[in-house]
């Protein structure tokens, strides 16, 4: 019997589903091998058995059959963290999945460049990124982010793990828009705190000679008073520590866009800059912008905002005061990365401003602030705060580079490049990944035993991230509607203030009269609906100071008469006695 043309097709169409399958079984076959292998080379320590891990792997497998031979691109920035990821766990997940993930790492700017360039043109660029939690207000007006709350329960479902357990992130409110949903999964996390040098101030030399002169203990600075009188202490009483220059400060001056980054990381909210409220302050933020339901409303003090406040200026006056008197001459002229080698090279005592990113090239065996038994002769601890600064405000910064999908992204390269970013941030690989590049994104990870052990040779990282203080650490929030944008106009304003062009007040109003003005421009574009700026009218200072005053709440706040009560400090090894030995109760 002669075979119709729709016998033919249907039996092609049997013939390549059968071949499909078979090959779909192989691939799987393979992977699971392969997920074998890694498990037990690789992926150790986890907080998943081995048994737990292959299972959470076979997951992955099925996921990924249908983007089998598909070739994703996704992109980072690069530090310690998302090195590991793309020369170790983008392969791993290739070997394990078969989809061809390229992972590219670039410079944090160029991030920011690109994925402006993907939301304006629509062109897609890179199928996910690793971008700043920093992004939260511009991906949630400008509607070209996918709100991974619907992306979860909606189109990719079908490739959202059921091990996941996103209430296991620790970043997740940083991800958090005003509508409750969260936009970004956190890939990794490290805060910016206060470092010194534990050696030298269980010195009872140093102690004494101290006391003596302060009235108080040496120890962790409480507040910005107890800094400055350390910096004080260490730059010209005690001037040589075993016959080497010491200096009681570290920083950097370079105006460039590392420049801005030392600023909007959160400075001026340990000075008391801004509202009370976690993670950012409602309804000034550390930006100084005020925000009136979800709509940024101003930023000059003159529009109710804060960025050119008293607090703002006095925190621009400490850093520049500071870094002139007690860091080593040659910071000014430093940028971030220049900077950032300098304590690890043992004559900084202190120094107020430090990323826990840093920890890793800070434990190496052979540097001078590294005993011979491999435990650190530094510690960190929590930042010290300003005069301005109330009980309940943010005291720092914390950088969550988060993984974000966007909508010019063509859904099937979107889902597979989701299985990557649940891949490298699943239970099998976070334990490793932590123990690599020390930026912690789950609580069952900071609890693992295995940092438990490691703590002693990581001064005080475990520590902290442990502690109940973690929460006060967090980055940029919701009021700023148009991070590249505005992030832009600090390095420029506050460089002038650093070079001497401008007093600390006028580089304030320069910036906050500047960050208005992008305000406003969005406003009139009308680009970011009913959630974008709205200005209000320019009046006066005074009468913003007695709005908040009548209100109840802080910022704007009046210029202190005295900047600098009395210094607070807290012993260190009494300090880390007080926080809890075991995780939190799961809600």
Same mark, same amino acid.
């Given at each position: 019997?002669?075979?119709?043309?729709?016998?033919?097709?249907?039996?092609?169409?049997?013939?390549?589903?059968?071949?499909?399958?078979?090959?779909?079984?192989?691939?799987?076959?393979?992977?699971?091998?392969?997920?074998?292998?890694?498990?037990?080379?690789?992926?150790?320590?986890?907080?998943?058995?081995?048994?737990?891990?292959?299972?959470?792997?076979?997951?992955?497998?099925?996921?990924?059959?249908?983007?089998?031979?598909?070739?994703?691109?996704?992109?980072?920035?690069?530090?310690?963290?998302?090195?590991?990821?793309?020369?170790?766990?983008?392969?791993?997940?290739?070997?394990?999945?078969?989809?061809?993930?390229?992972?590219?790492?670039?410079?944090?700017?160029?991030?920011?460049?690109?994925?402006?360039?993907?939301?304006?043109?629509?062109?897609?660029?890179?199928?996910?990124?690793?971008?700043?939690?920093?992004?939260?207000?511009?991906?949630?007006?400008?509607?070209?982010?996918?709100?991974?709350?619907?992306?979860?329960?909606?189109?990719?479902?079908?490739?959202?793990?059921?091990?996941?357990?996103?209430?296991?992130?620790?970043?997740?409110?940083?991800?958090?828009?005003?509508?409750?949903?969260?936009?970004?999964?956190?890939?990794?996390?490290?805060?910016?705190?206060?470092?010194?040098?534990?050696?030298?101030?269980?010195?009872?030399?140093?102690?004494?000679?101290?006391?003596?002169?302060?009235?108080?203990?040496?120890?962790?600075?409480?507040?910005?008073?107890?800094?400055?009188?350390?910096?004080?202490?260490?730059?010209?009483?005690?001037?040589?520590?075993?016959?080497?220059?010491?200096?009681?400060?570290?920083?950097? =001056?370079?105006?460039?866009?590392?420049?801005?980054?030392?600023?909007?990381?959160?400075?001026?909210?340990?000075?008391?800059?801004?509202?009370?409220?976690?993670?950012?302050?409602?309804?000034?933020?550390?930006?100084?912008?005020?925000?009136? =339901?979800?709509?940024?409303?101003?930023?000059?003090?003159?529009?109710?905002?804060?960025?050119?406040?008293?607090?703002?200026?006095?925190?621009?006056?400490?850093?520049?005061?500071?870094?002139?008197?007690?860091?080593?001459?040659?910071?000014?002229?430093?940028?971030?990365?220049?900077?950032?080698?300098?304590?690890?090279?043992?004559?900084?005592?202190?120094?107020?401003?430090?990323?826990?990113?840093?920890?890793?090239?800070?434990?190496?065996?052979?540097?001078?602030?590294?005993?011979?038994?491999?435990?650190?002769?530094?510690?960190?601890?929590?930042?010290?705060?300003?005069?301005?600064?109330?009980?309940?405000?943010?005291?720092?910064?914390?950088?969550?580079?988060?993984?974000?999908?966007?909508?010019?992204?063509?859904?099937?390269?979107?889902?597979?490049?989701?299985?990557?970013?649940?891949?490298?941030?699943?239970?099998?690989?976070?334990?490793?990944?932590?123990?690599?590049?020390?930026?912690?994104?789950?609580?069952?990870?900071?609890?693992?035993?295995?940092?438990?052990?490691?703590?002693?040779?990581?001064?005080?990282?475990?520590?902290?991230?442990?502690?109940?203080?973690?929460?006060?650490?967090?980055?940029?929030?919701?009021?700023?509607?148009?991070?590249?944008?505005?992030?832009?106009?600090?390095?420029?304003?506050?460089?002038?203030?650093?070079?001497?062009?401008?007093?600390?007040?006028?580089?304030?109003?320069?910036?906050?009269?500047?960050?208005?003005?992008?305000?406003?421009?969005?406003?009139?574009?009308?680009?970011?609906?009913?959630? =974008?700026?709205?200005?209000?009218?320019?009046?006066?200072?005074?009468?913003?100071?007695?709005?908040?005053?009548?209100? =109840?709440?802080?910022?704007?706040?009046?210029?202190?008469?005295?900047?600098?009560?009395?210094?607070?400090?807290?012993?260190?090894?009494?300090?880390?006695?007080?926080?809890?030995?075991?995780?939190?109760?799961?809600?």
């Amino acid at each position: 019997m002669k075979l119709t043309q729709s016998h033919r097709h249907f039996k092609l169409f049997i013939s390549t589903s059968v071949l499909a399958m078979a090959l779909g079984s192989s691939a799987a076959l393979a992977g699971m091998e392969e997920a074998r292998r890694w498990i037990d080379s690789e992926f150790q320590p986890s907080t998943l058995s081995k048994d737990e891990q292959l299972k959470e792997m076979e997951w992955f497998v099925n996921a990924a059959k249908p983007f089998v031979g598909q070739e994703i691109n996704v992109v980072s920035e690069t530090i310690t963290t998302h090195e590991y990821e793309a020369k170790t766990l983008a392969k791993a997940f290739s070997e394990i999945t078969g989809i061809k993930l390229t992972h590219d790492l670039i410079q944090e700017g160029d991030v920011v460049e690109k994925i402006q360039t993907q939301m304006q043109s629509g062109r897609n660029i890179y199928d996910a990124w690793v971008n700043d939690s920093d992004l939260i207000g511009t991906h949630f007006r400008y509607k070209q982010a996918i709100p991974l709350d619907d992306w979860m329960a909606g189109e990719g479902k079908d490739v959202t793990s059921p091990t996941l357990d996103v209430a296991d992130f620790i970043g997740k409110s940083f991800t958090t828009a005003p509508d409750g949903k969260m936009y970004q999964l956190p890939d990794q996390q490290f805060a910016n705190v206060y470092w010194f040098r534990y050696d030298w101030f269980q010195r009872p030399e140093f102690k004494e000679k101290f006391k003596a002169k302060y009235g108080y203990d040496l120890g962790v600075p409480v507040n910005w008073s107890a800094y400055e009188d350390i910096a004080e202490f260490f730059t010209n009483d005690v001037k040589e520590v075993d016959g080497v220059k010491v200096y009681g400060h570290m920083d950097y =001056g370079k105006k460039d866009p590392s420049l801005g980054w030392r600023f909007t990381d959160a400075w001026l909210s340990m000075a008391g800059n801004g509202d009370k409220g976690i993670p950012n302050g409602l309804p000034v933020d550390e930006w100084g912008i005020r925000m009136e =339901g979800c709509r940024p409303v101003g930023s000059s003090i003159e529009r109710g905002g804060d960025t050119n406040g008293p607090a703002a200026v006095y925190a621009i006056a400490k850093y520049l005061e500071w870094m002139k008197k007690y860091a080593p001459p040659q910071a000014a002229g430093m940028n971030f990365s220049e900077s950032g080698p300098v304590p690890a090279q043992g004559n900084i005592a202190q120094q107020i401003f430090w990323y826990t990113a840093f920890t890793a090239d800070m434990v190496k065996p052979g540097l001078p602030v590294v005993n011979a038994d491999g435990t650190p002769k530094w510690r960190m601890a929590p930042s010290p705060h300003g005069s301005y600064w109330k009980d309940g405000m943010k005291l720092g910064y914390q950088d969550a580079g988060s993984w974000t999908l966007l909508k010019s992204t063509p859904v099937e390269r979107r889902k597979a490049a989701w299985l990557y970013a649940q891949f490298v941030t699943s239970k099998t690989v976070s334990l490793k990944k932590s123990h690599v590049g020390l930026t912690f994104i789950r609580e069952s990870d900071i609890w693992d035993k295995s940092f438990t052990e490691r703590a002693p040779k990581l001064g005080g990282l475990v520590e902290f991230y442990r502690s109940p203080a973690r929460v006060q650490w967090t980055p940029t929030g919701n009021n700023v509607p148009d991070y590249p944008k505005l992030a832009q106009l600090w390095w420029q304003n506050i460089g002038d203030a650093a070079s001497g062009a401008k007093t600390p007040q006028e580089a304030m109003t320069s910036l906050a009269n500047a960050q208005d003005e992008v305000l406003g421009r969005l406003e009139r574009a009308n680009v970011q609906g009913e959630c =974008g700026p709205k200005l209000n009218p320019k009046t006066s200072a005074e009468e913003w100071f007695k709005k908040a005053e009548t209100a =109840g709440t802080i910022a704007p706040q009046r210029k202190l008469a005295n900047e600098k009560p009395k210094g607070e400090t807290v012993d260190y090894d009494t300090l880390i006695k007080s926080w809890p030995a075991s995780p939190p109760k799961r809600s």
